[in-house]
């Protein structure tokens, strides 16, 4: 019975943890939700701009309230302006794989300066998930190929528009180079160990959840959801796996991963 009662009490902790850790991702997925059936002030100030605007006083309060290290805050000033970069290129007139169908002021050509804070919640998320859970690494690959490896990755985001997509060859080699990493985590005394792999496709498919509701309130629309809103192609997947793998890598390029020798979990 006492196994039982230790499952039943990681199992509450887990989702205690796992409901810690999604703090800012969870209230910009409630704020959206909020402003596509109630937003009263549009005329005076646009959607993108007050969501940008709850973004940033979510985050100020995260950090006053001490819910967020100055670490994690620097890790999604990262992701901010990494995903910023590639949102410009997407959403460019000559490439438009998706658009923001609303109006705004405060943004960089076609993009709302709020569409960096949705890349940023995964961060944040990352960021203290990690802590969170205390991770730890064995069979991490050593930190210079896996920076090669996720400089790849963010590369062909770019230039699969023009030239060859390396996607397939991107995930033979992301099992080639992390298919025997393990992550470590611990809810209380113990900690419990996870495939890295199997990790970000959990998280991969939880975004294309959060994806689906979010073009479904219009943030931003992909070419076929212009006329009448359809369900994100589950291929949009493949996309989120390389995306968290590139996402683990900058989280443990700012907090360096604590390696433990193969096979131990104390």
Same mark, same amino acid.
């Given at each position: 019975?006492?196994?039982?009662?230790?499952?039943?009490?990681?199992?509450?902790?887990?989702?205690?943890?796992?409901?810690?850790?999604?703090?800012?991702?969870?209230?910009?997925?409630?704020?959206?939700?909020?402003?596509?059936?109630?937003?009263?002030?549009?005329?005076?100030?646009?959607?993108?701009?007050?969501?940008?605007?709850?973004?940033?006083?979510?985050?100020?309060?995260?950090?006053?309230? $001490?819910?967020?290290?100055?670490?994690?805050?620097?890790?999604?000033?990262?992701?901010?302006?990494?995903?910023?970069?590639?949102?410009?290129?997407?959403?460019?007139?000559?490439i438009q794989s998706w658009s923001y169908p609303g109006d705004f002021r405060i943004g960089i050509g076609n993009v709302p300066l709020f569409a960096g804070f949705m890349y940023s919640?995964?961060?944040?998320?990352?960021?203290?998930?990690?802590?969170?859970?205390?991770?730890?690494?064995?069979?991490?690959?050593?930190?210079?190929?896996?920076?090669?490896?996720?400089?790849?990755?963010?590369?062909?985001?770019?230039?699969?528009?023009?030239?060859?997509?390396? $996607?397939?060859?991107?995930?033979?080699?992301?099992?080639?180079?992390?298919?025997?990493?393990?992550?470590?985590?611990?809810?209380?005394?113990?900690?419990? $160990?996870?495939?890295?792999?199997?990790?970000?496709?959990?998280?991969?498919?939880?975004?294309?959840?959060?994806?689906?509701?979010?073009?479904?309130?219009?943030?931003?629309?992909?070419?076929?959801?212009?006329?009448?809103?359809?369900?994100?192609?589950?291929?949009?997947?493949?996309?989120?796996?390389?995306?968290?793998?590139?996402?683990?890598?900058?989280?443990?390029?700012?907090?360096?991963?604590?390696?433990?020798?193969?096979?131990?979990?104390?």
């Amino acid at each position: 019975m006492k196994p039982f009662k230790t499952f039943l009490w990681e199992f509450w902790l887990f989702g205690l943890k796992q409901a810690s850790a999604s703090l800012f991702g969870g209230f910009l997925l409630l704020i959206i939700l909020i402003t596509e059936y109630w937003y009263p002030i549009g005329e005076y100030l646009y959607r993108y701009d007050f969501l940008l605007l709850c973004a940033i006083g979510f985050q100020i309060s995260l950090l006053l309230f $001490r819910l967020e290290k100055l670490r994690e805050a620097v890790v999604i000033l990262v992701f901010h302006v990494v995903a910023t970069g590639m949102e410009l290129f997407k959403t460019s007139d000559a490439i438009q794989s998706w658009s923001y169908p609303g109006d705004f002021r405060i943004g960089i050509g076609n993009v709302p300066l709020f569409a960096g804070f949705m890349y940023s919640a995964v961060g944040s998320y990352l960021a203290r998930v990690s802590r969170l859970f205390e991770f730890r690494y064995n069979y991490y690959p050593p930190q210079k190929w896996a920076i090669l490896f996720v400089i790849a990755i963010y590369v062909n985001f770019f230039t699969h528009h023009f030239f060859y997509d390396a $996607r397939t060859p991107l995930l033979i080699g992301s099992v080639i180079l992390f298919g025997t990493s393990w992550v470590h985590f611990r809810m209380d005394r113990e900690h419990r $160990r996870m495939p890295l792999l199997i990790g970000c496709l959990l998280v991969a498919l939880f975004i294309w959840f959060a994806e689906n509701i979010a073009t479904y309130c219009r943030i931003w629309v992909y070419p076929s959801q212009h006329g009448s809103w359809e369900m994100v192609p589950f291929s949009k997947l493949v996309a989120w796996y390389l995306l968290m793998l590139l996402s683990f890598v900058l989280v443990n390029i700012v907090n360096k991963p604590e390696l433990i020798r193969a096979g131990s979990e104390k």
